[in-house]
């Protein structure tokens, strides 16, 4: 009721701080951000977004300050940042004199950006013999801190075949979707695989739902594969481990790339034994 009669159906400039988002760690199942994208999602009025790391959770912050046009959610999760060495070499950040910036910048609400293109950051005229057709190229679209697992899953893919191109982009917005990036993505490449710290119902399927509505899926070109938190509790451990355990790690979403252009073979399932 806070929520909608409070706020949304007022259209309130409120800033909702959601702490936790995602696994987080030995405090277990009782403080794992989980479902959260899926009841906000379908609440009108709502911006919602995820930092996909320090610099971004920054920007998130000016960003929600500066927005009077309705209510925010601003979702990040436990741990600590990355660092300036990690943020330029993986990320492909250019920080000036190396230094992670002090305050953050406003971000155009509703926008992602492309991280990685087929190649790396660092891709010269050989990185561009990768993906030249389209069933080698690959987009991996993540929302929130999973994105440093898709940039490592995306050079460990392409370290495997000198032909396989694969993108990575950051959503950084549930609501509004960046419909154009999203087009972009599927357009663009055989197969779309996206990424979240979140239960089913949310970030994935709102992408689903606008494929769909939107005739990106009806030519049959292009493979889509959420990847979410599993419908299960997660126990303690540490977040590594919960998110090894929910298959969300660099490893599953490189093993799903290199599925989906028939690089690897799917396990096959089978029943155990009573």
């Keep these: 009721d806070q929520v909608l009669h409070d706020v949304a159906i007022q259209n309130l400039p409120v800033r909702f701080m959601l702490d936790r988002a995602g696994l987080v760690g030995n405090d277990g199942p009782t403080h794992h951000g989980c479902y959260d994208l899926a009841y906000l999602g379908c609440v009108p009025n709502l911006t919602i977004m995820s930092p996909s790391d320090e610099i971004e959770l920054k920007n998130m912050v000016s960003t929600c300050a500066a927005f009077d046009d309705g209510p925010t959610v601003l979702r990040y999760p436990r741990g600590t940042g990355y660092g300036a060495d990690k943020l330029q070499k993986l990320f492909g950040y250019e920080l000036k004199d190396g230094e992670v910036p002090a305050k953050g910048e406003l971000l155009e609400i509703g926008k992602g950006r492309i991280m ?95 494929c769909a509505l939107d005739g990106l899926l009806d030519d049959g070109k292009v493979k889509v594969r959420p990847m ?47």
């Excluded at 057709?133 to 995306?154: P, Q, Y």
């Excluded at 599927?186 to 197969?191: E, K, L, T």
Aim: charged residues 30%; proline residues 4%.
């Design 116 to 210: 990685r293109q087929p190649g790396g950051n660092d891709a010269n005229g050989a990185g561009n013999l990768r993906g030249k057709e389209r069933k080698d190229r690959v987009a991996i679209l993540s929302f929130g801190t999973r994105l440093h697992e898709a940039l490592v899953a995306a050079n460990d893919a392409e370290s495997e075949d000198p032909t396989l191109g694969v993108t990575v982009a950051d959503a950084r917005f549930m609501k509004p979707l960046d419909v154009d990036l999203i087009r972009e993505l599927a357009d663009d490449h055989s197969a779309l695989v996206i990424v979240e710290e979140g239960s089913i119902g949310g970030f994935g399927d709102h992408v689903l739902h606008f």
């Design 228 to 274: 979410v938190i599993p419908d299960a509790y997660i126990e303690a451990g540490t977040q590594h481990e919960q998110y090894e355990m929910s298959g969300l790690n660099a490893e599953h979403i490189k093993g799903t790339v290199l599925r989906l252009t028939d690089r690897k073979k799917a396990p096959v399932l089978q029943e155990q034994e009573a």
